[in-house]
Every structure is written in structure tokens, then in C-alpha cells.
């Protein structure tokens, strides 16, 4: 399933993406993923295969909060008239998430935004639990790190035993790019994202990934004083989590074997989707 991403990863890095040949048949299901950094809609078909998708980035909400209404209502709508256009089809419902421990009322506020763009909000999950939707996972822990928040979901026999969020996450990179090289966050933004720029940039941003794995040592730690099983596998998403040396870092902290799935960012969102579907 990760590997078919790469279909999205097509609509995503074409500006101006011809449509669909013909239009799917079936039942679509959509996944809206309200990230702190990045705003993403995916479609899959009656299969479970992504066959559209769009993202931004778009500052509209904030460690789960949605601090621009009106803006995240904006971009969402305008995403899905344009995937709309590419596919050919409508899109009338959509799965979302939020991030572990968020107030009812800012969940609430999620629905609200899917809504208020123009799509029914039929299912509402956690991300680590929407995560291993597509992934999957028996034994072992989820690691979501977002733009503003670090997640956190063990597992056993497939089902979510403990869940954690703390902020921290890759706005928290672009911070310190910004404040080591005197640079604009836009500017320090672009720096992130740049393969070209990455592998000098890791000792900067090295602290900030110790950081996202004190966070998890320290949860999974809780998680075995209270007689829970040792954790013995971490799987990283979220779109932070492709910057290179991640899982190295991680893994050299809290000593647990760490792996990251290909085309991280559309796990969560790709998830959310596959657990309307399920559902």
C-alpha cells in the first residue's frame, strides 16, 4: 500500500496535474489531515489504493488547535474543488483525526473545518490509531511527529494501549535552522526541506530529535512501570520523520529498533482514510 503512494506523490509534485483518463468508479474514501505545518487530502478508491492527493502548508492550526477557522476552511475547500477537477468525481465525505489527548471541543472543531469545506465528517480517530490503519502494527509503538506535536500509540495484538502527545515536532526544526543561521522561519522553512541542505543541517536540528526521542523513552518507560511488555519496535510517521539520520538518532536513544515506512507524511492521512473504509 505505501508503495502505490507514489501515485500521489504524482498529483502532489505536478503544479498543474492532468485528470484522470476516466473517472473511478466505486466508492471513494477520502482522508483530511489538519496538520500544525501542512494541510493534506488524499482519495482512495474502492480498494484502498491512493489514486489523488494534495497538500500545503498551511500555519492554520496549532499542536491540534485549529487557531484559523476561516483559513483552514479556505485552503480545505479550495483542495478539494481542485482534486475534484483532477478526478473527475465529487467527494462528499471524509475521514479526519486529532492528535492523542486533544480537548473534545477542539475535536469538534476539526469535524467543523471538514465540514464547513464542503465535506461530511464521518469518522473521527485518533492519528496513531489512524496510522496503523495502513501499517498495521501488532506489538510495538507509533510514533507520530507532526509539525507541533510528538504522538505516541503502543500497541499489542494490534490494539492501542497507551497514547501520549507532547509538543514537538518539525516547526520546532525550523525554529532552531532559523535561530542558527539568522534566517526568516519561510526562509529556515525552505532550508528544511531542501535535500541539498540537509545532511550540513543535522547537527542543528540533532537536539531537536533527541527531544522527539526523550519524549517517547520517557512514555514507554511509563508504559512498562505500569506492567506493560517491553516495547521492542518504534515506527516513525509523520512528515518531520523523512528528514534524514531520524530513525538513527532515535534508535540510538532509547535503544529500541526503529524504522521509517516510505512517503511518511501520507501514513496518518492515508489511514484516516482506510479507517472510514474499514469502518
Known sequence: MLAQAAQVLRWLGDPEPAPLAQPPQGELYV?????????????????????????????????????????????????????????????????????????????RATANVVEAAGLRCETLVDEPSAANALLGMQDGAIVDVGGGTTGIAILRDGEVVYTADEATGGTHFTLVIAGAHGISFEDAEAMKTDPAQQARLLPVVRPVMEKVASITARHIAAYEEQGGPPVQQLTLVGGTVSFPGMAQVVQEYTGIATSVPPHPVFVTPIGMALHSRNA
Open 31 to 107: 482522508g483530511a489531515d489538519l496538520g500544525t505545518a501542512y494541510l493534506t487530502l488524499v482519495v482512495l478508491d474502492g480498494e484502498g489504493v491512493p489514486i489523488a492527493g494534495e497538500y500545503q502548508f498551511a500555519q492554520v492550526v496549532r499542536d491540534g488547535l485549529v487557531v484559523d477557522y476561516a483559513g483552514a476552511v479556505e485552503r480545505l475547500a479550495g483542495m478539494k474543488a481542485r482534486v475534484e477537477a483532477r478526478i473527475g468525481r465529487p467527494l462528499e465525505y471524509a475521514a479526519s483525526a486529532y492528535p492523542p489527548g486533544v480537548p473534545l471541543a477542539e475535536v
